[in-house]
């Protein structure tokens, strides 16, 4: 297999990004490593990181290069910066950046099938979020999204920083220049709640949907009240929860389960 650091361009963001990029390899001979059995265009998972973390950090923290070295699957992995991956009030366009401009970069450069049964979304914590709120705004394009520790409450997390000004992993100010004004988040398609509910009712494929929490976790709670909201919806819908907290080493076990269940 190959990992490729790709420095390139956006003409959404206006400004050079970069991507990790893991390519299945017919190898058989790498000590300790599986190879793949590549043929044409590969499928393809976008794998999106947390809030402090960038492109890099997937592959610092866990072994998702190793997990996918037998598997027939590109793996790419954008920086975010701290956008909740949607086009902020105030800063960069990073939902179109990744629904739009990515796969068509992503294609020009590399053998990526652009089918929508090959393409799929997962991420951590605001990348859980940013996975679920892309796959559900645009079914058209992923068959799956996985969301770890994600944030699926993003109303009640708006709202908790109002309460707390000062709070040091975000405030209700930066949270204000990425969605807006607080009054008009609910049943907005930033509202996780509301996209799930309004393409339920939608005549069309609906991608499968993954959702996993530690039950330890601070987010848990956000994660159980959408965990129960789902339940009630018409989607191929897949929980799971066990001891942890919002740390790697629950993420790193918790994206082999990902990779088995796409």
């Known amino acids: 297999m190959a990992l490729i650091d790709c ?56 072994s998702i290069e190793r997990y996918v070295s037998e598997k027939n699957l590109v793996v790419v992995m954008p920086n975010g910066g701290r956008g909740f991956y949607t086009d902020m009030v105030y800063g960069y366009k990073y939902f179109t950046f990744i629904t739009e401009e990515l796969p068509k970069v992503m294609k020009q450069f590399f053998h990526i099938s652009n089918k929508r049964e090959d393409t799929f979304i997962a991420g951590l914590s605001m990348g859980g979020y940013g996975a679920l709120k892309i796959a559900l705004s645009c079914p058209d394009k992923y068959s799956a999204a996985a969301s770890l520790s994600g944030a699926t409450d993003i109303v009640s997390m708006y709202e908790d920083t109002l309460k707390t000004p000062y709070n040091p992993i975000m405030s209700a100010n930066e949270l204000y220049a ?20 309004e393409l339920s009712e939608k005549n069309c494929e609906k991608p499968r949907i993954y959702q996993c929490c ?18 009630n919806l018409n989607y191929d819908y897949t929980y799971e929860e066990e001891s942890g907290t919002h740390e790697w080493g629950f993420w790193d076990k918790k994206i082999q389960d990902v990779l088995k269940w796409i």
Do not use: C
């Open 178 to 197: 990425i969605l807006g004004d607080f009054e008009n988040l609910k049943g907005s398609k930033h509202d996780l709640f509301y996209l799930a509910k």
């Open 214 to 231: 530690g039950t330890e976790d601070f987010i848990y709670d956000g994660n159980a009240k959408f965990r129960e909201f789902m339940r």
């Open 7 to 62: 420095k390139f361009f956006s003409e959404v963001l206006k400004i050079s990004t970069s991507v990790q990029v893991i390519l299945p390899q017919n190898a058989e001979n790498q000590i300790g490593m599986g190879g793949s059995k590549v043929k044409g265009d590969s499928p393809v998972l976008y794998l999106l990181h947390g809030l402090s973390d960038d492109d890099t950090t997937w592959l610092r923290r866990t």
